[in-house]
């Protein structure tokens, strides 16, 4: 137990590596090991379903239960310490470094291998993946499930000194102790994806992938973008090129924030049918934020002192943040969703916009002292003071 949240900590510490005094450098560099909520509490939403792990370590499961996905097992009932969703089957780590795992399998994505019953420190599936990661305390990467285009395929460079691991929608990366990141997986429609540029290598502190496109933020500061081009989302800025401090992608645009609190975005612009300004930063968001999020097609910044700015698509009203949001108390967490977005005030309420289909919007006026948001595609969790998760 001892060595296993030893390792999970210098996992975490790694992955913050850029540090700023009152910055959170938002990024889906590592979705396995982001979002770990106070204590051992973490939340984990797949497709379809949604996990929950307590502060006791016991995994709770809600949502569809086709194939079995929300029904769990007795052995992960106690002593979990993270959890995550994939698209039909779930997984847990054991305190004692064990993964577990349960509900659909057509490709053996829910058939755990002998090598990551022992020993892991890390999991992985992303909630549209039918594969699965796992990280043992060695830095090894171990896969298994859907292989349709090699996402199972480890690379001989992803079996050692590896420290972060992230299952993408088709293809997978790894980033390794000495800042190389590992790239795998991929399929005709993401030309480039796996071209990891060479300047990347070796001083890479954080990743993070679009769509069919990946960033990786340098330890220098620079941005470096690869894979799809078609609208730019690839073509790095010369603003982006230095000093920045968090990146995140979206399904066709990028953004960089930067140490000065200024925003940069990229990618497309070219007004087509889903171009809906999501590059072009509002003269708000050029100074004084502190947190970046992209939204599908969507973006949301956070100053420092609380308020929101948005821009993009808003055909669901997913960027309308409400002005009281603003005062007399300040938003502290964005999440943003593919058409909906949620903000956590300073004083632990919960406010959303956008599109409501599914009642992802109508936020339980019992809600109390919630620590924490986030969204998936159809719905809405929030984690309270007491540990309760509401969804």
């Known amino acids: 137990m001892a060595r296993l949240c030893i390792s999970l900590l210098l996992i975490q510490s790694f992955l ?10 938002q990024g889906s560099f590592h979705p396995a090991l982001s979002d770990r909520w106070g204590g051992g509490q973490q939340i984990a939403g797949g497709r379809y379903h949604s996990l929950a792990l307590t502060s006791d370590g016991e995994v709770l499961a809600w949502g569809s239960n086709q194939s079995g996905r929300t029904t769990v097992p007795i052995e992960a009932q106690s002593n979990i310490v993270q959890v995550s969703a994939g698209q ?27 090598e990551a019953k022992s020993d892991i420190v890390a999991i992985a599936s992303g909630n549209s993946a039918f594969h699965s990661l796992a990280l043992t305390s060695s830095g090894k990467v171990i896969a298994w499930g859907n292989n349709s285009y090699g996402v199972s395929d480890v690379p001989e460079e992803a079996e050692r000194g590896v420290v972060a691991i992230a299952a993408g929608y088709r ?51 620079k941005v470096v973008a690869w894979g799809s081009n078609d609208y730019g989302q690839s073509s790095v800025p010369k603003e982006a090129e230095s000093g920045v401090i968090a990146i995140a992608a979206g399904r066709a645009h990028s953004l960089a924030l930067k140490s000065d609190g200024s925003v940069i975005a990229w990618g497309i612009s070219n007004g087509s049918w889903d171009d809906y300004g999501q590059t072009v930063v509002p003269e708000a968001a050029k100074n004084g934020v502190i947190e970046i999020e992209a939204g599908y097609e969507y973006s949301l910044a956070r100053k420092a002192d609380g308020t929101i700015v948005a821009w993009g698509d808003n055909g669901s009203r997913q960027i309308d943040a409400p002005a009281r949001i603003a005062a007399p108390v300040k938003a502290k967490k964005l999440a943003a969703g593919a058409a909906h977005s949620l903000a956590l005030t300073s004083d632990g309420k919960v406010f959303g916009w956008g599109l409501n289909l599914d009642k992802r919007l109508d936020i339980p006026a019992d809600l109390q002292a919630v620590q924490a948001i986030g969204t998936e595609f159809s719905y809405s969790l929030a984690l309270q003071a007491d540990g309760s998760i509401v969804g």
């Open 88 to 114: 039909d089957h779930s997984l847990a780590l054991t305190s004692d470094g064990k993964v577990i795992a349960w509900g659909g399998g057509r490709f053996g994505e829910a058939d755990v291998p002998e």
């Open 171 to 221: 293809h997978s990366l790894a980033l390794t102790s000495a800042g190389e990141v590992v790239a795998w997986g991929g399929d005709p429609y993401q030309s480039g994806v796996l071209d990891i540029p060479n300047e990347v290598q070796g001083h890479a502190v954080a990743i993070s992938t679009g769509k069919h496109h990946s960033l990786a933020l340098t330890a220098s500061g």
């Open 16 to 25: 913050i590596a850029v540090p700023f005094d009152n910055v959170s450098a």
